[in-house]
C-alpha cells in the first residue's frame, strides 16, 4: 500500500508540474483561478480512479469532493488534499503540496507530504518511523519557546472570532520568530523536520492535516485542537502541532479559545 | 566582472553546503550560533581575498565588517551579505541567500540573489534584464492590492516605533494574503519573480538590499523607503519593494512613518 500510495504521488505531481506553461510569473490571477480549480479536480479525480481500482472497498475523503461521504472512521479512509496552499499554487506556482493520510479504524498507518515543485517528500509508516526522501527523520527534542520560530498568519493578531488574539501577541513577544507560508501541509513539514518548532492554525479540514498527523506521530510531534483535544477528522479543527514542551507552553500559557 | 562574481557565489555557497553535517535536524541551537558566526565571518573573508586580488582598487561592504569604512559611494564598491536569513540558516538549513550587488558612483551595475539550498540564481545586469537561473524574468505588470500577497512579518501588526500600526492592520484586511519567509533577499527575490506583489521591512542594511534593488530596477518592481524616498545605501533605511501601482497603493493608504 505504501508502495502503491507513492507511485500514485508520483505521478499525479508530474501531471500538475506539465499543467505548467513554461511561463515564469503567473500574469492573470484570474485565469489562473479557472486553472487552478481544474488542476485540484483533474488530481483528486485521478487518484480516486486509481485507488478505487486497487482498493474497491476503501473510501476515499477528499477536498474536493469527488469521493465518499465520511460520516464514521470505519475500515480503510485515504484521506487527500490534491493540492494544499492553493494561492502559492496560483501566485508562487510553488510551495505547495499533495497532503495524504491512509487510516484504519481511525488509527493513521501511513501519512505523505509530497512538495510538488521541490520533490521533497516527508512519509512516515505507523510504528516504522518518518523519512525525508531516503532520510530518516530523528525524533524531535524538547525545544525553549523563547528560541523557538513559530508557524503562524498575521490573521491571528487581529481580533478575530476563534482566540483572544491577546494572548497571541504575547505570543509573538516571546518566541524568537515566526514565519508564514501559506500551505497547511507544508508547515507541518518544517515542524517534523525541526524547521519550526510550532505550527498553529485556526481552522483547518481533515485532509489538510490528515497525512501530517502520521508523520508526527512518528517524530514525537504533539498535534491537538487549540483546546489541547485530539484532532477529529471528521470536521473541521483549530490546530497546533509543536515539539512537546513548546506545544504545552503555547496552550498553558498564551492560547484561550474564545 | 559578471562571470567573476558569479563564480565566486557559486564557490562560496559550496563550501557553506560543506559546513552542514549530513544531520537533518539542527539539534543544538547554541552550538548552532557559534556555527553560523564562524561561516558568516569565513565566505566573508572569502569574498573579500578574492575580489582584492581580481579588483585591488575596488572597495568592499560586508555585513560581518571585514571589508573597507564604506562614507561615499564613489568608484566600484561591492555590497555583499554572505548569509541573508541567519535565523533560517540556524534553525532550517535552508531559505538563506548570498546577496551582492556591485555599485559604480552609486549606480547599481549588477545584482544577485543565489538561494544556496535551492541552487537557483537570481541575477541582473544594468540594462540588459533580470534573470532567474538562465530563463529571463518577464517585467511586472500593474497588481491589485485586493489580490496581492505581501512579505510582511507579524511584528508590524503590533505597536512599534517605526510606523502607526493600525494603517497596517487596515492593509492586512485589504489584502489577499501575507507571508513570511524570514530572508530579506528572498522575499525581494519572491517580488522580481512575481511570487510576492511587495515586501516590506522596518529596517534593513544595505547588503540586505543591494543585489535586490539591482534586480528589481531591471523588472519593473519599485524600490523606496516607506516614506518614499529614495534609498541611500550608506545607512540602514526603511524598505519596500512592490508592484507599481501596489507600491504606490500601500505608500499613499497605509502607511504612516513615524
Known amino acids: 500500500m505504501d508502495k502503491f500510495a507513492k507511485s500514485l504521488i508520483k505521478e499525479a505531481a508530474g501531471r500538475i508540474r506539465s499543467s505548467f506553461s513554461s511561463e515564469l510569473v503567473v500574469e492573470s490571477k484570474s485565469a489562473a483561478n479557472d486553472l ?3 488542476i485540484d479536480k483533474e488530481t483528486e479525480q485521478f487518484f480516486i480512479k486509481q485507488i478505487k ?3 474497491p472497498d476503501q473510501r476515499i475523503l477528499g477536498e474536493e469532493g469527488f469521493g ?3 460520516s464514521h472512521l470505519n475500515g480503510y479512509i485515504w484521506i487527500l488534499d490534491p ?12 510551495n505547495f503540496a499533495i497532503s495524504l493520510g491512509i487510516y484504519k479504524d481511525g488509527v ?3 501519512g505523505y507530504i ?5 520533490d521533497d517528500l516527508i512519509s512516515a509508516t505507523l510504528g516504522e518511523g518518518a523519512f525525508f526522501n531516503d532520510i530518516r527523520i530523528p525524533l524531535l527534542t524538547d525545544g525553549l519557546l523563547g528560541q523557538a520560530i513559530i508557524g503562524i498568519n498575521t490573521s491571528w493578531v487581529l481580533p478575530n472570532k476563534y482566540l483572544e488574539h491577546e494572548g497571541i501577541v504575547k505570543l509573538l513577544q516571546k518566541v524568537r520568530g515566526t514565519r508564514s507560508y501559506g500551505s497547511a501541509a ?19 479540514s481533515p485532509w489538510d492535516i490528515a497525512g501530517g498527523m502520521v508523520i508526527a ?8 485542537t487549540l483546546s489541547n483535544h485530539p484532532i477529529n477528522l471528521l470536521v473541521q479543527n483549530t490546530f497546533i502541532v509543536a515539539r512537546p514542551v513548546v506545544h504545552s507552553e503555547i496552550l498553558d500559557e498564551y492560547v484561550r479559545v474564545k
Chains 1, 2 share one sequence.
Request: aromatic content about 8%; hydrophobic content about 45%; proline content about 0%.
Open 217 to 224: 506521530n512518528e517524530v514525537g510531534a504533539i498535534v491537538t
Open 108 to 110: 493513521g498507518l501511513l
Open 186 to 204: 507544508i508547515e507541518i513539514g518544517y515542524v517534523v523536520t525541526g524547521r519550526l518548532d510550532a505550527y498553529m492554525s485556526m481552522r483547518l
Open 53 to 55: 481500482k486497487e482498493f
Open 36 to 38: 487552478v480549480t481544474n
Open 68 to 70: 465518499d461521504e465520511i
Open 114 to 118: 509530497y512538495n510538488v515543485m521541490d
Open 83 to 94: 493540492i494544499d496552499g492553493t494561492m502559492n499554487f496560483i501566485h508562487q506556482k510553488k
